[in-house]
């Protein structure tokens, strides 16, 4: 099942999830904002040409119906974490955050890109992370999931109960890469390679979802649910849902942002 039933537009997706009661969480689609084509409709994205009242307009709309302030990011496809809390500014520079504050949701845009949410199972704090590939190889091993775990456990927050959701991404039979991208992961394990696959020419098809659950189990996640790699999670093949950069910048020449928010219900 891809989702649950939920109080948001149709078709947001509420993750499936046996998190804690006191966690909320929403995934957006392209459905129910005011922007026009080629951003239509919920683009929540300020950094992709589409018109800034517009933006303003969606992501008030979804501040309301989360009921707290979405914190939005400045993402540049790296490791950093923050730690949100109530009157923080949006459009810091970070590619995961967290929190314990519910009077803030950690938010997470993407439309390709694979998004992250976590809590532990106690419902004490909430996280996202934006994971690409970039970001979620990081260098020698260290991704945005293992610096955001860190900053967690740094922080006191007990990691060792942490279940996480993937969200929508790029399917395995569209994320078309080269093989930098397989250097990038290859510790010399079949399981890796196992998550690309041989197209001929240098180039492989990679499963972006599948390399995020790698990563969390390596980190001791057993609890890791959402994207399994079916064309039902593809942000490249279900064009009437999601929007999709790799798709949709070819053909329009922008796409939207989607967003992924996860936060406490005090």
């Known amino acids: 099942m891809i989702f649950s039933m939920s109080r948001f537009p ?6 499936d999830w046996p998190a804690p009661m006191a966690v909320k969480a929403v995934m957006t689609s392209r459905q129910a904002g005011v922007s026009e084509a080629p951003w239509d409709s919920m683009n929540l994205g300020d950094h992709v040409g589409d018109c800034a009242t517009h933006v303003l307009t969606n992501r008030n709309h979804l501040a309301r119906l989360l009921g707290r302030r979405p914190v939005f990011l400045r993402q540049v496809h790296g490791v950093r974490s923050l730690e949100l809390k109530d009157g923080c500014p949006v459009g810091q520079e970070a590619d995961a955050c967290w929190s314990r504050d519910a009077r803030v949701a950690c938010t997470i ?27 979620l190889a ?31 991404c790029i399917g395995p039979q569209a994320f078309e890469v080269g093989a930098e991208v397989l250097a990038a992961f290859d510790d010399g394990s079949e399981a890796v390679r196992a998550l690309f696959q041989a197209q001929g020419g240098g180039k492989f098809k990679a499963d972006l979802a599948g390399l995020a659950r790698w990563r969390l189990q390596a980190l001791g996640l057993t609890r890791i649910h959402g994207n399994d790699g079916a064309p039902a999670w593809c942000t490249v093949s279900q064009a009437q849902i999601f929007f999709s950069h790799r798709r949709d910048s070819r053909l329009r020449g922008h796409t939207g942002r989607m967003a992924a928010c996860i936060w406490l219900d005090a």
Do not use: F, K, Y
């Open 10 to 15: 149709d078709p947001w997706i509420s993750p």
């Open 138 to 168: 990081g260098e020698q091993g260290r991704g945005v999931l293992e610096a955001l775990l860190t900053d967690l456990t740094h922080a006191g927050c007990d990691v060792s109960n942490a279940m996480a959701w993937l969200g929508p």
């Open 109 to 135: 845009m993407v439309a390709d890109c694979l998004p992250v949410l976590l809590c532990d199972a106690a419902g004490q704090w909430v996280a996202a992370a934006h994971a690409g590939w970039r970001g």
